[in-house]
């Protein structure tokens, strides 16, 4: 995949902009039929501090980092998990004997076990959707507008100026554990 | 959860666990490609445009089909109703459309009423059978025995049934149980209701108050994606609400407030910006009417009265009022939705209106915006002669000369039926609604369906309703069926087209075919025109083609600006008898309703009871869509009920545990404990529509709380609206 080489698909959550719709939750079911009671995103809810006059709750959306060193991809004795040059981590369904060794490596909790196939499961950023030309479905259908997504390596790219804009701003960036080295693609952004 | 599914994926879910190797031979996915990403051969793809009925904003949506089955919908890009967003109750309309929960075929009752025993039947065979029912009656009793109670985008084929057969009778429920004090207290003030689509506009917003209006949960697209924007661009958001809700995450300033004050802290608000001259002197001076008599009706409601009757400190009080007059114009006091609480809710929205008089923002960018309509000469679907005899429920009537008899008391009009009071009222049709969930009493609508001698209901699943009818009619689904054009209002006027993606996948017509079924059986001979005849007209008439409507499924048609004040300098006129925005209404005292309103103090409940509140969660629609697997995946099943620490303490109730809800030794099925500081300790919070009673619902059968089991039943002495927010509960461990 040549036009691929030069990308790094990447995706940040607008965290100002979640109110916890669950609307990505549904439309990635949606789009790649999971089982009923899976989900390939998720979003946490968490009040802080619990009591006192200066509430505060906070929705952060978590899904599969696509680390660039990725548990997962080490784990798997049949590389079924795959590191793509284009940045998606993927599961090769062909190869996957389903031992769920992936599943409790990912230090985000990301995958689940699809007893409907069963393989492990988790997203894709929504492959191959992204190359014709469309959004990843839960970026597509997110009312907020708090997910976008996009070729980090591209600086016209939606999520280059999301990034961009926010270091301009001095807003707060941030990714998840990353004491663990895994270096993961999935930024969070609040103002 | 979800075990009732025996599908072609269950069967692949047992192949799978024998093993990786097994399951490869079954599945699409393991053999198409390297890929867990390669879905499905991309054969035959169609597309079909439609409106989204999982709630009732209209998102206009598109709906991809491949290979004959509807897989994915999203949004419409140029839909100014959600510009190409769906939220998660829109996302999951594929599951309902294949649910195998839904209703068939058509059906008999065939056993006592609520045995749940029905036998199939034809379509001729159920029309004949109400035909034959329904001219008994009409015989017995006369026409206006009959009653409709619909909602949704159907609701007017049985309405125009009921009317054929001869009764005034028709209600659509969002009047008196959701937003009919609201519009007619907005009414009062500016001449015109609120309207269908809230037109605050928070996009461009430097302020905006919401008072119990939880925007991000008891969510419509595209007021939501407003209300983000605003948030996105650094609103000062003030949220009032007596619980600490997903849109209070979103706002600077919380408050809450004390269940049932909400009138105090306005009138405080009202009395402290007059007093300190913060209000928008232009407008008030020149475009409102009664300013100084109501100077002097709030002179009492001082800051300090404000705060002890809200338990909010006065620095926040003080705090919103400022934050509001300084942002004025651009600012606003959202009128809310469902205005159904205390039954005193249109003198309320009075307050409401009068506070936002004083921010003159009428007609400007973040404050009020002017609903761009699209009026155009529309076909009729059928004509009939309006019937002649008086409703039965009084909208209209003396006692409420204010009530539209277009949408009619749902609430009055069931307490009728169960009473026999008026006159005999003995037959009864449930369109898209559900009677015995969004009314104050369930108890007084049991005893009104048990004196009805006919009850047809017309549905897509076995509701509570549709459980206790005689007869069930099975409605396609709006992915399955052609509805009429529908012409819709927001900052654009645009039409909205509705087509099936697939056909029927039941034995299930559209709710106008239905009718046309049944009026044909009962003899009359009113011609219904087939909905896509009425279709090409409607494009004629606009100018349009059905081709367009098919690849866009919008058409924008009026793009007036909506900030006529603001962009052309158009001087503010308003429908009132005065011409003026009225904080003295000319009408209320025609009518010797109070002309300005006043603080009325709501009952607390007594020591040991909460002030049951009640709402929606993000991802569910009235009681319409609780046993959806997608959507009750979202909350694990649960139904929780939220109630505070120290309340929770003394009851020995902890978080997570089972409790149920108990009023005058009705107890409710079991929900699950929240226990949380950020409820106010005299109130808990139930999410409305569970505790079904249906067999139908397989999922959610007996889970969770009827909130009707609970609520008040009152009635608002000017618009005639319900008041729900008066139910008083206890809390057990169940």
Same mark, same amino acid.
């Given at each position: 995949?040549n036009?691929?080489?030069?990308?790094?698909?990447a995706?940040?959550?607008i965290?100002?902009r979640? /109110?916890?719709?669950k609307?990505?939750?549904?439309?990635?079911?949606?789009?790649?039929?999971?089982?009923?009671?899976?989900?390939?995103?998720?979003?946490?809810?968490?009040?802080?501090?619990?009591?006192?006059?200066?509430? *505060?709750?906070?929705?952060?959306?978590?899904q599969?980092?696509?680390?660039?060193?990725?548990?997962?991809?080490?784990?798997?004795?049949?590389?079924?998990?795959?590191?793509r040059?284009?940045?998606v /981590?993927d599961?090769?369904?062909?190869k996957?004997?389903?031992?769920?060794?992936?599943?409790?490596?990912?230090p985000?909790?990301a995958?689940?076990?699809?007893?409907?196939?069963?393989?492990?499961?988790?997203?894709?950023?929504?492959?191959?959707r992204?190359?014709?030309?469309?959004?990843?479905?839960c970026?597509?259908?997110?009312?907020?507008?708090?997910?976008?997504?996009?070729? +980090?390596?591209?600086p016209? *790219?939606? +999520? *280059?100026?999301a990034?961009k804009d926010?270091?301009?701003?001095?807003?707060? /960036?941030?990714?998840?554990?990353?004491d663990?080295?895994?270096?993961?693609?999935?930024?969070?952004?609040?103002? | 959860m !979800?075990?009732?599914r025996?599908s072609?994926?269950?069967?692949?879910?047992g192949?799978?666990?024998?093993g990786?190797? &097994?399951?490869?031979?079954s599945?699409?996915?393991?053999l198409t490609?390297?890929?867990?990403?390669?879905?499905?051969?991309q054969?035959?793809v169609?597309?079909?445009?439609?409106?989204?009925?999982? $709630?009732?904003?209209?998102?206009?949506?598109?709906?991809?089909?491949?290979n004959?089955?509807?897989?994915?919908?999203?949004?419409?890009?140029?839909c100014?109703?959600?510009?190409?967003?769906?939220?998660?109750?829109?996302?999951?309309g594929?599951?309902?459309l294949?649910?195998?929960?839904?209703?068939?075929?058509p059906l008999?009752?065939?056993?006592?009423?609520?045995?749940g025993?029905?036998?199939?039947a034809?379509?001729?065979?159920?029309?004949?059978y109400?035909?034959?029912?329904?001219?008994?009656?009409?015989e017995k009793? @006369?026409?206006?025995?009959?009653?409709?109670?619909a909602?949704?985008?159907?609701?007017?084929?049985?309405?125009?049934l009921v009317e054929?057969?001869?009764?005034?009778?028709y209600?659509i429920?969002?009047?008196?149980?959701c937003?009919?004090?609201?519009?007619?207290?907005?009414?009062?003030?500016?001449?015109?209701?609120?309207?269908?689509?809230e037109?605050?506009?928070?996009?461009?917003?430097k302020?905006?108050?919401?008072?119990?209006?939880?925007?991000?949960e008891?969510?419509?697209?595209?007021?939501?994606?407003?209300f983000v924007?605003g948030?996105?661009?650094?609103?000062?958001?003030i949220?009032?609400?007596?619980?600490?809700?997903?849109?209070?995450?979103?706002?600077n300033?919380?408050?809450m407030? %004390?269940?049932g004050t909400?009138s105090a802290?306005?009138?405080?608000?009202?009395?402290?910006?007059?007093e300190?001259?913060?209000?928008?002197?232009?407008?008030?001076?020149?475009?409102?009417?009664?300013?100084?008599?109501?100077?002097?009706?709030?002179?009492?409601?001082?800051?300090?009265?404000?705060?002890?009757?809200?338990?909010?400190?006065?620095?926040?009080?003080?705090?919103?009022?400022?934050?509001?007059?300084?942002?004025?114009?651009h600012c606003?006091i959202?009128?809310g939705r469902?205005l159904?609480?205390?039954?005193?809710?249109?003198?309320?929205?009075r307050?409401?209106?009068?506070?936002?008089m004083?921010m003159? #923002?009428?007609? =400007?960018?973040g404050?009020?915006?002017?609903?761009?309509?699209?009026?155009?000469?529309?076909?009729?679907?059928?004509?009939?002669?309006?019937?002649?005899?008086?409703?039965?429920?009084?909208a209209?009537?003396e006692?409420?000369p204010?009530?539209?008899?277009?949408l009619g008391?749902?609430?009055?009009?069931?307490?009728?039926i169960?009473?026999?009071d008026?006159?005999? &009222?003995?037959?009864?049709?449930?369109?898209?609604?559900n009677?015995?969930?969004?009314?104050g009493?369930t108890?007084?609508v049991?005893?009104?369906?048990?004196?009805?001698e006919?009850l047809?209901?017309?549905e897509?699943?076995?509701?509570?309703?549709?459980?206790?009818?005689?007869?069930?009619?099975p409605?396609?689904?709006?992915?399955?069926?052609?509805?009429?054009?529908i012409?819709?209002?927001?900052r %654009?006027?645009?039409?909205?087209?509705?087509?099936?993606?697939?056909s029927?996948v039941?034995?299930t %017509?559209g709710?106008w075919?239905?009718?046309?079924?049944?009026?044909g059986?009962?003899?009359?001979?009113?011609?219904?025109?087939?909905?896509?005849?009425? #279709?090409?007209?409607?494009?004629? !008439?606009?100018?349009?083609?059905?081709?367009?409507?098919?690849?866009?499924?919008?058409?924008?048609?009026?793009?007036?600006?909506?900030?006529?004040v603001?962009?052309?300098?158009?001087?503010?006129?308003?429908? !009132?008898?005065?011409?003026?925005?009225?904080f003295?209404?000319?009408?209320?005292?025609?009518?010797s309703y109070?002309?300005?309103?006043?603080?009325?103090?709501?009952p607390?409940p007594?020591?040991?009871?909460?002030? &049951?509140?009640?709402?929606r969660?993000?991802?569910?629609?009235?009681?319409?869509t609780q046993?959806?697997?997608?959507?009750?995946?979202?909350?694990?099943?649960? =139904?929780?009920?939220?109630?505070?620490?120290?309340?929770?303490?003394? &009851?020995g109730? %902890?978080d997570?545990?089972?409790v149920?809800?108990?009023?005058? @030794?009705?107890?409710?099925?079991? $929900?699950?404990?929240?226990?949380v500081?950020?409820?106010?300790?005299?109130?808990?919070?139930?999410?409305?529509?569970f505790?079904?009673?249906t067999?139908?619902?397989?999922?959610i059968?007996?889970?969770?709380?009827?909130?009707?089991?609970?609520?008040? #039943?009152? !009635?608002?002495?000017?618009?005639?609206?319900?008041?729900?927010?008066?139910?008083f509960?206890?809390?057990?461990?169940?």
């Amino acid at each position: 995949m040549n036009a691929t080489k030069t990308k790094k698909f990447a995706m940040a959550y607008i965290v100002d902009r979640c /109110v916890d719709c669950k609307a990505c939750m549904v439309a990635c079911k949606a789009e790649w039929q999971i089982p009923d009671n899976d989900f390939r995103t998720h979003i946490d809810t968490g009040i802080a501090p619990a009591a006192t006059d200066r509430l *505060s709750m906070h929705f952060l959306p978590h899904q599969c980092n696509h680390c660039d060193d990725a548990p997962c991809v080490t784990v798997c004795p049949t590389k079924a998990s795959h590191k793509r040059e284009d940045g998606v /981590v993927d599961i090769d369904n062909r190869k996957c004997v389903g031992c769920r060794y992936c599943i409790p490596s990912c230090p985000y909790n990301a995958r689940f076990f699809n007893n409907e196939l069963g393989v492990a499961d988790k997203c894709t950023f929504c492959l191959p959707r992204i190359y014709d030309g469309l959004m990843p479905a839960c970026v597509t259908t997110c009312p907020g507008k708090a997910r976008v997504f996009g070729d +980090i390596n591209d600086p016209e *790219s939606e +999520i *280059s100026k999301a990034l961009k804009d926010a270091a301009d701003n001095r807003y707060r /960036v941030w990714t998840l554990r990353k004491d663990l080295g895994t270096e993961p693609n999935i930024y969070y952004i609040q103002k | 959860m !979800t075990k009732c599914r025996i599908s072609r994926r269950r069967f692949i879910q047992g192949t799978a666990s024998v093993g990786a190797a &097994l399951a490869s031979m079954s599945s699409f996915r393991l053999l198409t490609g390297g890929s867990s990403a390669v879905a499905e051969p991309q054969q035959g793809v169609t597309f079909a445009q439609n409106w989204c009925e999982m $709630c009732f904003w209209k998102c206009g949506l598109t709906a991809k089909v491949v290979n004959g089955k509807v897989r994915k919908l999203e949004g419409q890009p140029d839909c100014p109703s959600n510009y190409g967003k769906l939220c998660a109750k829109g996302n999951a309309g594929v599951f309902q459309l294949y649910d195998p929960d839904r209703l068939k075929t058509p059906l008999i009752r065939d056993g006592e009423r609520g045995s749940g025993k029905f036998r199939k039947a034809t379509w001729e065979e159920a029309a004949a059978y109400v035909a034959q029912k329904v001219n008994e009656l009409k015989e017995k009793y @006369g026409p206006e025995t009959f009653s409709i109670f619909a909602h949704g985008s159907g609701e007017h084929s049985f309405v125009e049934l009921v009317e054929i057969i001869g009764s005034p009778n028709y209600c659509i429920p969002s009047y008196a149980q959701c937003t009919g004090s609201r519009d007619i207290g907005w009414a009062l003030s500016y001449g015109k209701p609120v309207g269908g689509k809230e037109p605050v506009d928070s996009q461009n917003s430097k302020c905006m108050m919401l008072l119990g209006r939880n925007i991000v949960e008891a969510l419509h697209v595209g007021e939501m994606q407003d209300f983000v924007e605003g948030v996105a661009k650094g609103a000062h958001v003030i949220y009032v609400d007596p619980r600490f809700t997903k849109t209070a995450a979103k706002a600077n300033q919380y408050m809450m407030i %004390k269940p049932g004050t909400d009138s105090a802290l306005l009138l405080g608000m009202i009395n402290y910006i007059i007093e300190k001259e913060i209000y928008n002197k232009e407008f008030v001076e020149n475009y409102t009417y009664g300013f100084d008599q109501f100077k002097e009706h709030v002179a009492g409601y001082t800051v300090e009265w404000a705060s002890k009757e809200t338990e909010i400190p006065q620095e926040e009080i003080i705090k919103a009022a400022e934050k509001l007059c300084e942002a004025a114009p651009h600012c606003y006091i959202h009128p809310g939705r469902r205005l159904t609480r205390y039954g005193n809710d249109t003198q309320f929205t009075r307050i409401v209106a009068c506070l936002n008089m004083l921010m003159g #923002n009428w007609e =400007v960018r973040g404050g009020i915006y002017r609903t761009i309509g699209f009026k155009y000469d529309a076909p009729h679907m059928v004509h009939f002669d309006k019937p002649y005899a008086d409703r039965a429920d009084g909208a209209g009537s003396e006692e409420f000369p204010l009530g539209p008899k277009n949408l009619g008391f749902a609430n009055k009009l069931m307490e009728h039926i169960a009473n026999q009071d008026v006159y005999p &009222l003995k037959g009864m049709f449930v369109y898209g609604c559900n009677p015995l969930h969004h009314h104050g009493s369930t108890e007084m609508v049991k005893k009104a369906l048990e004196n009805t001698e006919l009850l047809v209901t017309c549905e897509i699943y076995m509701t509570d309703t549709a459980w206790l009818s005689d007869v069930i009619f099975p409605e396609s689904t709006y992915l399955e069926r052609y509805d009429p054009v529908i012409s819709t209002g927001r900052r %654009k006027g645009y039409i909205q087209f509705r087509e099936p993606a697939v056909s029927p996948v039941f034995d299930t %017509k559209g709710g106008w075919e239905i009718a046309k079924i049944l009026s044909g059986a009962m003899g009359h001979e009113n011609e219904f025109l087939d909905v896509q005849e009425y #279709n090409r007209q409607a494009f004629e !008439t606009l100018g349009i083609t059905e081709e367009y409507m098919k690849k866009h499924g919008v058409w924008v048609a009026n793009e007036n600006t909506p900030y006529p004040v603001e962009d052309e300098g158009e001087e503010p006129s308003f429908r !009132t008898p005065s011409g003026k925005a009225e904080f003295y209404s000319n009408i209320c005292e025609h009518f010797s309703y109070p002309p300005m309103p006043s603080y009325e103090e709501n009952p607390v409940p007594p020591e040991g009871e909460f002030r &049951l509140l009640f709402g929606r969660l993000s991802f569910h629609t009235h009681a319409r869509t609780q046993n959806n697997a997608w959507l009750l995946a979202l909350h694990k099943s649960e =139904v929780p009920l939220w109630i505070h620490t120290e309340k929770a303490k003394a &009851l020995g109730i %902890k978080d997570g545990m089972s409790v149920r809800l108990v009023k005058e @030794g009705f107890k409710s099925n079991p $929900c699950t404990a929240r226990v949380v500081d950020y409820i106010h300790p005299q109130a808990v919070f139930l999410p409305y529509g569970f505790g079904h009673e249906t067999k139908g619902l397989t999922r959610i059968t007996g889970k969770g709380a009827r909130t009707s089991d609970f609520t008040s #039943n009152l !009635t608002d002495p000017i618009s005639g609206a319900a008041g729900f927010h008066n139910g008083f509960v206890k809390v057990e461990i169940a």
